[in-house]
């Protein structure tokens, strides 16, 4: 059973905006960080940013702060990522997750996985 489904992910071109969206559809990860990570082509998985349920939201790859927001909507269970400026090397499967953990890193272990969404960015 799939907790959480992602959504919105697509083909875009290099400077243009994509929004992903993340639902915990049985509401099972209400108390837990929800964010993203991502992982391109031949790349280490590498987190993205996240929010707590109390609206605390971290970024962790330097290169998409200034270009990504994060935000968490606790009533409708959604975490959603909104990538404007987007750039070739953005091009991954987003991920969202769910974690116990407040400070994410490569070795954090999530509760529950999305099924990912592709993002690819043509230059």
């Known amino acids: 059973q799939v907790q959480l489904v992602e959504s919105g992910g697509g083909v875009v071109q290099a400077g243009g905006s994509l929004n992903l969206s993340c639902e915990d559809s049985?509401?099972?990860?209400?108390?837990?960080?929800l964010g993203w990570f991502r992982q391109g082509p031949g790349k280490e998985r590498e987190i993205v940013a996240s929010c707590t349920r109390s609206g605390g939201c971290t970024y962790y790859a330097d290169s998409i702060k200034g270009r990504f927001t994060i935000s968490r909507d606790v009533a409708k269970g959604t975490v959603d990522l909104q990538m404007n400026s987007l750039k070739p090397e953005d091009t991954a499967v987003y991920y969202c997750?769910?974690?116990?953990?407040?400070?994410?890193?490569?070795?954090?272990?999530?509760?529950?996985r999305g099924q990912g969404t592709q993002v690819t960015v043509s230059s």
């Open positions: 049985g509401r099972t990860y209400s108390t837990h960080v």
């Open positions: 997750v769910a974690s116990r953990s407040t400070s994410w890193t490569a070795d954090t272990w999530f509760a529950a």
